[in-house]
Every structure is written in C-alpha cells, then in structure tokens.
C-alpha cells in the first residue's frame, strides 16, 4: 500500500512563493515517478511536473516552467515542488501522484499515474 499526504499549500500573494511537499509511504518509493497535478476549480486534473525515480529526469507543463522546480529525497520518501512567481491562474488543489510503472520512462499523463494523495490548495491572490 502507498500513502501520499501533500502539505505547504495556503494563500499567498501574486509573486510569492511556496513549498509543497508530498510524504510518501511504501516500500518501493525510490523506484517510483512522482508528479504533481492541479485542478483549478471547473477546470480538469492537469500535469505540473514529474521526476524519475532517481531525479535524473524532469519534466513540467510549459504554464510553469521557469517558475517551478520539482525534486525528490529518496532517503526521506519526499517529494517537492518549489513554486515560485506565483500568478492568480496557479490556483488550484495540487495533488502529488506516484507511477509504478516502467521507471526508465518518465511518466507525465495522468492515466500512468497509480497512487494519489488527497491534495492540497494553493491560493493565489492578484
């Protein structure tokens, strides 16, 4: 079984900055994809970002690159996702997610995800 609990999301303003981390529980998270995915409110799940199992390999949805940076801690079971020049449009509950599939290809959709965690809101005010 694997567990994923988010946490660090809150209310900032446009321009800040937040840290989302994401615990994971299970034995075969170092072997995992993680991603992170948003849903704003009337609007589907979408891929923010993802990392390979040892963070060789990222991945981000092209809304956030440059302002976004994902890693991972594999001795802690932790994922994080650095979200910085936060705009009005970045609201959104952010859901960590792992991939237990084929780790030598990094997973972006959200099909290929199979562990979900509950989320988390981020709220950014203009």
């Known amino acids: 079984q694997v567990q994923l609990v988010e946490s660090g999301g809150g209310l900032v303003q446009a321009g800040g900055s937040l840290r989302l981390s994401c615990a994971v529980s299970g034995r075969m998270f170092s072997g995992y994809t993680m991603g992170w995915f948003r849903q704003a409110p009337g609007k589907e799940r979408e891929f923010v970002s993802a990392i390979r199992w040892n963070g060789g390999s990222t991945a981000y949805a092209d809304s956030v690159k440059g302002r976004f940076t994902i890693s991972r801690d594999n001795a802690k079971s932790m994922v994080y996702l650095q979200v910085d020049i936060l705009k009005p449009e970045d609201t959104a509950v952010y859901y960590c997610?792992?991939?237990?599939?084929?780790?030598?290809?990094?997973?972006?959709?959200?099909?290929?995800?199979?562990?979900w965690g509950q989320g988390t809101q981020v709220t950014v005010s203009s």
């Open positions: 997610a792992a991939s237990s599939r084929w780790a030598a290809v990094l997973r972006t959709h959200e099909y290929e995800f199979d562990y």
